[in-house]
């Protein structure tokens, strides 16, 4: 992937060493998956408004920065424990508890789509009433924590409605860097999506194997980590075979090389 010509400047420096790179932020973004029209799977995406500082313009999953406030072990917790989040992603409980609770509010705040539940073997059947947008809307703005809002509900996180996928950090030359762990899940029954505006202006329902051949075309703008994630999912018939599929969890961060002149970035 050939790097923007406005980064090419910073690319030399850091590859230099002249510049350092920024810090990457954790963050966490989930693959929602449902069952295809007849079969299959598709995946929800949103396309990033050409206004964003981050991958503007890009088809991406719902998902953002771990909230300081995501770590808070008040957080009403059913499922794998932070434990096991640590285990997989490699990551200290600490910091794996916000990554699980980051994915949870990120695609409730993105997709209206909430995994949580009033008990360990429940979920919430409906989110769509003016009540749900307001708390959606707290969230985002950071004026009602995670911890607060399925409290105030009674509601459990349902960690074991999340499967974790990959892990990427952005390369270092890019000025907003993300250390970003990937999951899975599946669109709870009742529940459904609904284009909830914010960061993104255009979202939907897309086969994996379908938004790939449609950013071959041009149609659509697919980051790498979006892409290989989708080229992932494209090789499963169907959502139980994407839940049953065995991942291990490798820390991919594309490197940039300079090739005649040019700065492109390579993926193992």
Do not use: N
């Amino acid at each position: 992937m050939r790097l923007p010509d406005e980064l090419g400047e910073r690319a030399r420096g850091v590859l230099a060493g002249r510049v350092d790179p920024v810090p990457a932020r954790d963050a966490a973004t989930v693959a929602l998956l449902r069952a295809g029209r007849p079969g299959g799977v598709q995946v929800y995406l949103l396309r990033r408004k050409a206004t964003m500082a981050f991958a503007a313009g890009a088809y991406v999953f719902p998902g953002g920065s771990v909230d300081p406030r995501d770590t808070d072990q008040a957080v009403a917790w059913a499922g794998p424990s932070p434990a096991y989040w640590s285990r997989a992603f490699g990551a200290s409980e600490a910091v794996a508890r916000g990554l699980v609770c980051a994915a949870v509010r990120e695609t409730f705040e993105e997709s209206g789509v909430l995994l949580a539940g009033p008990g360990p073997d429940s979920v919430v059947a409906d989110t769509t009433g003016d009540d749900w947008e307001a708390d959606r809307l707290a969230l985002i703005d950071r004026s009602l924590a995670l911890a607060d809002f399925l409290a105030k509900r009674g509601l459990v996180l349902r960690a074991d409605l999340l499967k974790p996928w990959a892990h990427w950090i952005t390369p270092r030359v890019e000025p907003k860097r993300f250390d970003t762990r990937f999951f899975a899940a599946v669109l709870p029954e009742g529940q459904r999506t609904r284009d909830v505006g914010g960061e993104a202006d255009q979202v939907t329902w897309q086969r994996p194997a379908e938004a790939i051949e449609l950013a071959r075309q041009g149609e659509i703008f697919l980051m790498p980590p979006t892409h290989r994630t989708l080229s992932e999912l494209a090789a499963h018939p169907d959502v139980a075979s994407v839940l049953a599929a065995e991942r291990e969890i490798v820390t991919i961060m594309p490197e940039v090389v300079e090739v005649d002149g040019e700065f492109r970035l390579v993926a193992p």
